[in-house]
């Protein structure tokens, strides 16, 4: 038998971005013992690369703007298969996590008049986006990471969690993992558990996602009983940088072009004017600059074109490249260079400037960008209740970008972090509430733990078998290609036939050395969450047979309004009976997808999207 350390909590919160962190203020302040636990160190979470700002409609910049006008935009960016509640809660409450934050020692920008300043950001009507230069996302974490270690929280650092563990009446109880640099088990007993691991990007080759979201949440809230829904729902950041390689993947944030930079393609000319919908294309003005002065005479002057949502501008540069006007290195030119100072660039985007100076020698200042559609985000997560966050299996929570629900088929920039805040902070109430109404002592079956340490040592025991690393890059391969932003039905597929080979593969790993600081090995206990998600996103994206938001089909170009009612639900039957796959974890053919309607809005909210507001 395999010895491990234990540990007890009231609420255990996996993973310690933004919205972890905020769950762990929430269930302190309850009086709860919590506890963090993190897959890399304390303050790297992934939330530090997000750079434009938390959006919030304060009215700080456009005194027109209110909740009402937030939740229209966030329904109509994610193509009305948002959550309504979600969209609506996080709309309401946003203002208020902003200034809550502020008033915990968050350094924002400012207007003249000392208010918080508020930046334009694709798909938002108004200016609304709360930022601190372009390291917003890094002054959440560090205002947050000091207010939780100072009320107390309890930090497991550089821990991987393999599996969530249950109850004898089936709760989720705690969680079985091991120490990162030793390679030691660790099993934490609790009374709730939240689950706040970000996302799933390494399943693809090209991603701005760092090494840690291989969808580890949602790959265990699946084998622990729970729903996943959305997850076709895939946003690719329009601009990822594709050259130099040094920087590849890295994003260029919405702020450069909320701050005035253009897209241009080989040819020199800005495109995105001839992907407006019904409104303008450039062959009929004499000049770049009659174009600019026609869009902002007919949209009031809020948004360039370069400022559609996501979806709409990863689309567009896409097009570019089949048509053949893409840049050398498969992208378009994002140009801010000609169009702001130096002095001005390096004041609005400092973080921007240094890096790509530093690691790649490019100076933004003075030429275009290499950009192009990066996977960035997934909108599709565990299915939660708006209001507590509460997943379909007892005793589990969510939030942030591992839940599903909020963002619908397409996220808007900038609403993610204020996502972590509103519905981080009520995961930390709803998981506390829980908690608190659990009687008695935890107790955990010992053959649940035994059997997820056995299969995590498994590959050790192998003489020869399947190299982790070459699974993984024949994985990313697949998806990239296969199940990227443009998609086929013949192609998603044969994407489902690869996965299950690959799946097979994995089941045979072999891994050399030993637990301390073995990095094959850590990438063999990350493969079945990869391959897991990387199912789900497949047979989403089969079955919803339209294009809407971040799923587009190639061979369903148009939106079916049909398909605009149903949330596709991924979900294992019963993963105690599921047959094997890697690892131990029930086997990707076990999942099953189903179509199921999509939550009914009442009808004040409905007719906000039909108001001129």
Known sequence: MNEYEQYESDVIIIGAGGAGLRAAVEAQAMGLRTAVVCKSLLGKA??????????????????????????????????????????????????????????????????????ILQRDFGGHRYARLAHVGDRTGLELIRTMQQKAVADGMEVFMELKVLRLLHDADGNVSGLVGYWRPTGKFVVIKAKAVVLATGGVGKSWMYTSNSWESTGDGHAMALWAGADLIDMECVQFHP????????????????????????????????????????????????SEDEADKWYDDHTAGRRPPELLPRDEVARSINSEVKAGRGSPHGGVFLDIATRRTPEDIRRRLPSMYHQFKELAGVDITAEAMEVGPTCHYIMGGVRVDADSTAATVPGLFAAGEVAGGMHGANRLGGNSLSDLLVFGRRAGIGAAEYAQGRAGDVTLDEGQIQQAIDAAVAPFQRESGENPYDI??????????????????????????????????????????????NPGWNLATDLPSMLTVSRCTAMGALNRKESRGGQTRDDFPKADPEMGKVNFVERIADPSTAPTGACGTPSVRSITSQPEPVPVMPDDLRALLEEAL
């Open 239 to 286: 601009t990822g940088m594709v050259w130099p390689l040094s920087v590849r993947g890295i994003l260029v944030t919405e702020g450069v072009r909320g701050d005035g930079g253009v897209l241009r393609n080989s040819e020199g000319t800005r495109f995105m004017f001839d992907y407006v919908p019904d409104m303008f294309r450039t062959e009929t003005a004499d």
């Open 472 to 517: 993984q890059q024949d994985l990313q391969g697949t998806m990239q290609s296969l199940v990227g932003i443009i998609r086929t039905g013949s192609e998603l597929e044969e994407a489902l036939g690869k996965i299950e080979v690959l799946e097979e593969r994995a089941s045979n790993l072999s891994v050399k050395g030993g637990t301390t600081y």
């Open 46 to 115: 992934h939330t530090v690369m997000a750079e434009g700002g938390m959006a919030a409609a304060m009215g700080n910049v456009y005194p027109e703007d209110n909740w009402k006008v937030h939740f229209r935009d966030t329904m109509r960016g994610g193509k009305l298969l948002n959550n309504y509640r979600m969209a609506e809660l996080h709309a309401r409450e946003a203002p208020d996590r902003v200034r809550e934050l502020e008033a915990w020692g968050a350094l924002f920008d400012r207007t003249e008049d000392g208010l």
